[in-house]
C-alpha cells in the first residue's frame, strides 16, 4: 500500500488480486445480490485509489479496506433510500434469498434467511467474524469501538440468528 500511497498506481494490481475476492464476498453476503456486489467491489477500489493518501502507515491493510468497503455499501444503500424513499423490507429480502439463492441445501438456505432477518449491524458483525474469519481486534477497529463490545454484540448476534432459524424452521 505504501508504493500505491507514493504515485506507483500499478501496484494496487497486487492489492487488487489479493483482496478483491475477500471484498467481493463480503459485500455480497450484505446485499445478497451479486452483480450490486461485483459494482460495490469495483466502488471500493476506486476509492482505495482516490483516498490512498488517508492510509496511515503502521495501520492494518485489511481492517482499512474493511473499513471502506462498509463505507461503499452504507453509502449506496443511502443513496438509494434518498432517492425513492424505499428501504429494503427484511421479509421480502428474505424470500428474494430463498428464491435465487444457489445453495441446495435447505438448511444452508433457512441460514441465509435467518442471516437477512438480523438488524444490518448484527448481519455486518457475523459477515465479518464468521464469513470473512477476521479476528474481533480487526473487527473492532473497523466499527471504531472495543474488542470487548464486539464480542458481545457477536454474542447477541449468534443468539438473535438462532431465533430467527428456529422461528423459521417451524414454518
Do not use: C
Not at 508504493?3 to 488480486?17: R, T
Not at 458483525?125 to 473492532?140: I, W
Amino acid at each position: 500500500m505504501e508504493a500505491v500511497k507514493n504515485g506507483e498506481l500499478q501496484q494496487a494490481s497486487y492489492l487488487f488480486d489479493r483482496y478483491h475476492k475477500r471484498i467481493f464476498n463480503f459485500l455480497r453476503q450484505l446485499s445478497n445480490d451479486t452483480m450490486l456486489a461485483e459494482d460495490l467491489t469495483q466502488n471500493v477500489f476506486l476509492r482505495l485509489i482516490k483516498y490512498r493518501n488517508s492510509y496511515r502507515e503502521g495501520n492494518r491493510f485489511q481492517s482499512w479496506i474493511y473499513q471502506m468497503a462498509r463505507n461503499v455499501f452504507a453509502d449506496h444503500y443511502q443513496s438509494i433510500k434518498n432517492k425513492a424513499s424505499n428501504y429494503v423490507d427484511v421479509e421480502k429480502m428474505s424470500d428474494h434469498i430463498s428464491d435465487t439463492e444457489d445453495s441446495p441445501d435447505e438448511r444452508e438456505q433457512l441460514l441465509h434467511r435467518s442471516l437477512a432477518k438480523l438488524n444490518e449491524e448484527q448481519r455486518e458483525l457475523l459477515v465479518l467474524t464468521r464469513f470473512q474469519h477476521l479476528k474481533y481486534e480487526e473487527v473492532a477497529v473497523i466499527m471504531n469501538t472495543t474488542v470487548a463490545n464486539i464480542k458481545v454484540k457477536v454474542h447477541r448476534a449468534i443468539g438473535k440468528l438462532r431465533e430467527h432459524y428456529f422461528e423459521l424452521e417451524k414454518n
